[in-house]
């Protein structure tokens, strides 16, 4: 490399790197909203996402569930657990969740867009970051058959990722309707993304529990929760250590959200999970994605597929070109 090109590489990783600083305002948010992240480990900031991007949205959810569209293959398509034991076939009232939408792109707008992104800057690095998308979800909460199915456990995302550091990843969470308690709208225990990633595995609910929704173990159901009730558009940012869950949907109609994780990508790092209860769930992650050789782009060698492949796969890049970190 040119002495000068590797020059640029030096200063362009050293204007990106050193965390957040949560003792000036962002691009977008003020001091007192950065600081209110940083004590809390969510905010939610109204108007977000606008009426006709959010229409764009629920329009393409119904493409693909009527199959007038077809999904990318990537894309997993998932149905309630109450459904999905009746056998019911997969159609815009029995999906629950389209996840892994980085190869559609209408979706992918949302991950895009550049109120959201800026906030994300604000969040977990600054202006010049480089940001990649690593999980994205359009979940469509069914109303509850009465088995409480509809619920999401409390849990941390955290116990999903194999990156760190946890401060430098965020959700963005947006409400594509009016969002309530009575409709399942989010609830978060506040501070508690500045605690310890704990042991998840899977409720004991008498309904049955979605594939992969876990739940903090010991989990004190008197724990000081918020319920974060939203207007279409609004958005939610939160820490990926944050306790946070949903109520059953007690309402007639669906509820949508759409959501994306975002990491720094100049600053995160892949790490080894062996040894701790996350081995466990990259294990059955891995098992997944190996049964299914049709949506994924496996190597010839299977051993090459570990917990870190299956995040590299289904990450993406917004707005840079870099290949060497998440
Ligand atoms: O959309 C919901 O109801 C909850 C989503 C959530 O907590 C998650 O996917 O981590």
């Known amino acids: 490399m040119l002495r000068s090109a590797r020059f640029l590489v030096v200063l362009q990783s050293k204007r990106n790197a050193g965390g957040v600083n949560w003792s000036i305002p962002g691009k977008v948010l003020s ?14 900031i109204k ?4 009426q006709e991007d959010l ?18 293959k ?5 149905k309630d657990v109450s459904f999905a034991k009746q ?3 997969k159609n815009h009232a029995t999906i629950t969740k389209l996840q892994d939408f980085g190869d559609e792109p209408v979706l992918f707008s949302y991950c895009e867009n550049l109120k959201i992104t800026d906030i994300v800057r604000d969040l977990i690095g600054n202006p010049q970051t ?3 998308a690593m999980h994205t979800m359009l979940i469509n909460k069914p109303p509850d058959t009465g088995k409480l199915t509809s ?13 760190r550091p946890s401060d430098l990843t965020i959700c963005a969470w947006t409400a594509m309707e009016k969002i309530t308690r009575k409709n399942g709208c989010l609830t978060v225990v506040p501070g508690t993304h500045k605690g310890k990633l704990m042991e998840h595995g899977y409720p004991d609910w008498e309904g049955g529990v979605n594939e992969a929704y876990y739940a903090i173990k010991d989990y004190d159901v008197n724990s000081p929760r918020e319920y974060v009730e939203m207007d279409a558009g609004d958005t939610v940012f939160f820490h990926p250590k944050l306790f946070h869950g949903s109520g059953a949907n007690r309402s007639s109609g669906f509820r949508k959200a759409i959501s994306c ?16 209860f996350q081995e466990k769930l990259g294990k059955q992650i891995v098992d997944l994605i190996l049964k299914h050789p049709e949506r994924y782009d496996l190597p010839e060698d299977k051993e090459k597929v570990d917990f870190e492949w299956t995040w590299r796969f289904r990450s993406r890049p917004v707005g840079h070109k870099g290949k060497d970190n998440l």
Request: include cysteine.
């Open 31 to 44: 001091l007192e909203q950065k600081q209110f992240y940083n004590k809390n480990g969510f905010i939610m």
């Open 47 to 50: 108007n977000c996402v606008s």
């Open 55 to 72: 229409a764009k949205y629920t329009t393409r959810f119904n493409e693909i569930c009527k199959k007038t569209v077809k999904p990318p």
């Open 74 to 78: 990537t894309m997993l398509i998932m």
């Open 87 to 89: 056998g019911k076939k």
């Open 130 to 132: 480089n940001i990649q």
């Open 151 to 163: 619920r999401h456990p409390m849990h941390q995302d955290l116990t999903y990722f194999p990156w």
């Open 261 to 276: 994780h975002y990491a720094n990508y100049d600053e995160s790092k892949y790490i080894d999970v062996s040894g701790t």
